[in-house]
């Protein structure tokens, strides 16, 4: 190259904005790339968080409708066996079901069966009624739900008292039954009960 060329063309890089900083001439626009790539990250994390933020808020809207469901069937269940409607009652339950019975340890399985059962429970004089209390009601996965409770079945002067658990399925968006099996509720004996037989000793003694 001609010397009055590199003269020139020592004057253009000398009077450079990076030259008269001290830097290389491609230090900056690396740091310009760098930065901007850096942003562009820290705009798709955020973008990320913000989805996954969304998907939660989702989830736990959903699992409040679930448990709502659950808690409407359960009250739907009751008054369709109090007000002796076995289709209704019936219909409460998966077409697989399964009832295991607590009396004998047999097992009932289908509408079938379970309307053949219903019908000989909710007939006669001496219908019972049912009240039940629901303890807990847990979701095993986004279609299965497992509810613990205790019921009390009344008939006539009859009282009975079990612990139950029963497996919720859900098809089609609705919660149906389809487990249950139940076991007598103990009733924790008082100290009174296990001091009776001493009651006798109860008295004034004299030597």
Known sequence: MPKHLWSLFWVLVLASPWAANGQDATAEPAAAAQEAASEEKATSNDGAAASNDATAADDALELADDFAAIKAAIQSYVAAFNAKDVKKLVSHWSPDGVYVLRSTGDRLVGHEAMTEEFSAI????Q???LAVVTESIEFISPNVA?????ATVTRSDLVEETTYQVVYVKRD???LVDRVSEDEKVTPVSNYEHLKELEWLVGDWVD
Do not use: F, I, K
């Open 127 to 129: 219908v019972p009624t």
């Open 146 to 150: 497992l509810e613990r409770g205790s």
């Open 173 to 175: 968006g609705a919660w």
């Open 122 to 125: 909710l007939s006669g004089d």
